[in-house]
């Protein structure tokens, strides 16, 4: 028995399909159109990396996630009851025949 690891062993070559080999090129949508425009225009472009950079900011709920879960729960409780008690008082009217 032979110690030696065995050689790497080149697989064959495969032949890719010519579009793969040569693909078309990106069709012009409308987002890339706008895209180009944005970027084209120094203000749109200056305004876009605002924009990103807005968008890649730590939000509220995640620096204080516990603060905005006892917010998110009264808030919602606040509504549901508003909710259900609107929903009473139209059924209310309803059978007593005042709407």
Do not use: C
Not at 23 to 28: A, G, L, S, V
Request: glycine share 4%.
């Amino acid at each position: 028995m032979s110690t030696t690891p065995p050689s790497h062993e080149h697989r064959p070559r495969v032949d890719l399909p010519e579009w793969m080999r040569n693909p078309e090129p990106p069709r012009r949508t409308l987002g890339r159109r706008l895209s180009d425009l944005v970027d084209g225009v120094p203000a749109l472009a200056a305004a876009r990396r605002r924009l990103w950079a807005w968008q890649g900011r730590t939000r509220f709920s995640e620096r204080h996630p516990a603060v905005s879960a006892i917010v998110s729960f009264v808030v919602v409780a606040v509504v549901a009851t508003v909710l259900v008690v609107g929903t009473l008082y139209l059924l209310y009217k309803i059978t007593h025949h005042e709407i």
